[in-house]
């Protein structure tokens, strides 16, 4: 799989865009975006997917740019307890094994 | 909301000693894994089960842990001894669908 590079923080004001960017140059045709978050004390949560479109969902939209070696998971009004550590994962669709890298600390502020 | 329930939600105990944890995945979730976070990083997968078989256990300690999975339902991870080293965020999650997990709250141990 290939590996993910993110910011090791964040922070963005309470009612704003949070705008989570993640490198994934070496990614290959086959391999899908994902991201999950971790709120503190709490197991991962999944977030959103996606191969190559952009995609939308409740909680968020992920942007991949057209090479694919980059994607940002956008938060449009970012609250309170969005404050969590935020994972890029790439991986095939199919292989079930998630691997998780540090993620982004994203802190969002009153 | 279904959840996947892990117990204990804490545990401490002494160096050298047993200590299981378990898990109850969402209903008709075949898929279990067991993950290890230490304060920090990122989860670890340990094990993954498809219904009671084990499909990865590539980066279990197989020398002091053990994971099972009997009749496809529940779970229990076993370290016997415990070390120092194993100090950590212990999460169980389970798929019915390979794009999306979902993780239970995690049990917290720590080895003395």
């Known amino acids: 799989d290939a590996k993910t590079t993110q910011p090791p923080s964040m922070d963005c004001a309470e009612g704003r865009a949070a705008n989570l960017p993640c490198n994934h140059s070496?990614?290959?045709?086959?391999?899908?975006v994902y991201w999950y978050r971790q709120i503190h004390s709490q197991g991962p949560q999944y977030i959103i997917h996606?191969?190559?479109n952009n995609e939308t969902n409740e909680m968020a939209s992920l942007i991949i740019t057209e090479d694919r070696k980059s994607s940002t998971l956008i938060l449009p009004h970012a609250t309170l307890r969005d404050t969590a550590v935020y994972y890029c994962?790439?991986?095939?669709?199919?292989?079930?094994?998630?691997?998780f890298g540090q993620g982004t600390r994203l802190t969002i502020n009153p | 909301e279904a959840e996947v329930a892990q117990s204990p939600r804490y545990k401490i105990t002494e160096k050298s000693q047993a200590v299981a944890f378990w898990c109850d995945p969402i209903?008709?979730?075949?898929?279990l894994y067991w993950y290890r976070q230490i304060l920090g990083q990122g989860p670890e997968l340990l094990v993954q089960?498809?219904?009671?078989?084990?499909?990865?256990d590539s980066q279990l300690p197989k020398d002091r842990f053990s994971a099972e999975r009997l009749k496809g339902v529940d779970s229990t991870l076993k370290i016997q001894p415990a070390e120092l080293g194993d100090s950590a965020m212990y999460l169980c999650?389970?798929?019915?669908?390979?794009?999306?997990?979902?993780f239970g709250s995690g049990t917290q141990l720590s080895v003395l």
């Open positions: 999650a389970s798929s019915s669908e390979v794009e999306k997990l979902f």
């Open positions: 070496t990614i290959s045709g086959n391999e899908y």
């Open positions: 996606g191969l190559k």
């Open positions: 994962i790439v991986k095939v669709q199919g292989a079930q094994k998630l691997v």
């Open positions: 209903s008709g979730h075949a898929t």
């Open positions: 089960f498809q219904d009671e078989s084990v499909v990865d």
